[in-house]
């Protein structure tokens, strides 16, 4: 993502910076207004000092936007829990920071109200999954060594804690965007029928023998498991996209007009292909400079015109769902100043 202001001096500040490096001050990120402010004791969220989270708390409420979400923690006694919870909690914060920059609801959509429990798998086995609103992640996908561990099992080529976040909300949004959006005829045609039989779709992937697909048809592996996967994993990527390409927006480098014009807020960018015009060679470039460094491939993955076209209907749905919701708050503005209008010429 770009990079915030030291709203003291002024000094380039990481989004989860809580101190300026230049003048040491107090800072803490507003996801109201999108900015680093200077650190108020009466919004200060009560994880701050437990997980270092740096977001300002809502109004009259101990919690962040994102900390309040958190339903369930991993026990706190545990002070290896701890490290990981802060690295869950890094996560998601970075996850709410892409809703909002994409306007989409965050309490709830689609009937369904969103909240997360971390869980430890020191009790018993857990596995990262959404079930009507609620997210669960496995506290160990925040350790490097038990992630590399599964994404070696599962023969995946990439896995990251916030790539399940992204996956796990994409299964969040789906009745909204989709089921309630007006896009369930498009969505069978291009994903496919998602009233396949979910639990068996998902045991007969588990129990494949042969591991190999087609990479022209699905983003990834695990995306041809079932119509419903495959969604999640595109519009994962497509937050992918966006959220990379928004990063780059704030490096000094020289781009073309077209460039600059898509840079202006991926998030909100209306011509899908000019996304995907400046995504190709910047996911070339950061795959290369892995390389150069002796690193896997950033972004190892192709987009093949059918991934494409996937990608697009998740582009055109989010797009569809912003626009309804602006047109009726503006609806309910023109009302309202209708009726003060009306209210004033009665007064006179």
Not at 223 to 242: G, N, Q
Not at 260 to 280: C, I, K, M, R, V
Request: include cysteine.
């Amino acid at each position: 993502m770009r990079e915030f202001k030291c709203p003291h001096c002024g000094q380039l500040s990481a989004f989860e910076d809580s101190e300026c490096d230049r003048c040491k001050q107090r800072l803490m990120f507003d996801p109201e207004n999108m900015a680093m402010v200077g650190l108020e004791s009466a919004l200060e969220c009560a994880n701050r000092n437990i997980i270092g989270c740096n977001w300002r708390a809502v109004a009259s409420a101990p919690y962040c936007l994102s900390c309040s979400l958190t339903q369930v923690i991993p026990s706190t006694q545990n002070t290896q829990n701890v490290s990981l919870w802060t690295r869950v909690e890094e996560a998601k914060r970075r996850l709410i920071y892409d809703l909002r920059r994409l306007r989409l609801p965050i309490a709830s959509a689609g009937g369904f109200q969103l909240a997360f429990e971390i869980l430890s798998d020191e009790h018993g086995p857990v596995l990262t999954g959404h079930e009507s609103g609620l997210i669960t992640v496995n506290l160990a996908e925040a350790d490097d060594v038990q992630r590399e561990i599964r994404r070696v099992s599962f023969r995946e080529p990439y896995r990251t804690l916030l790539g399940h976040f992204r996956h796990e909300i994409g299964h969040f949004y789906w009745n909204a965007l989709v089921h309630e959006g007006g896009f369930l005829s498009p969505f069978r045609l291009v994903f496919g029928d998602e009233t396949e039989n979910y639990p068996a779709a998902l045991a007969a992937y588990y129990a494949r023998q042969d591991r190999s697909d087609d990479p022209t048809s699905h983003i990834s592996m695990y995306a041809t498991s079932h119509p419903w996967e495959d969604w999640a994993e595109t519009f994962a990527h497509f937050l992918h996209i966006v959220s990379t390409l928004d990063s780059l927006a704030g490096l000094p480098l020289s781009l073309d007009a077209r460039a600059q014009h898509t840079l202006n807020d991926p998030y909100l960018e209306s011509d899908f292909g000019a996304l995907l015009e400046l995504w190709a060679p910047l996911a070339l470039t950061i795959n290369r400079l892995n390389r150069s460094l002796g690193l896997a491939d950033a972004y190892p993955f192709d987009i093949s015109l059918a991934v494409k076209g996937k990608l697009h209907l998740v582009h055109m749905s989010i797009s569809a769902f912003r626009n309804r919701k602006e047109s009726r708050e503006r609806g309910r503005l023109s009302i309202a100043r209708s009726c003060i209008g009306s209210a004033r010429a009665s007064g006179a």
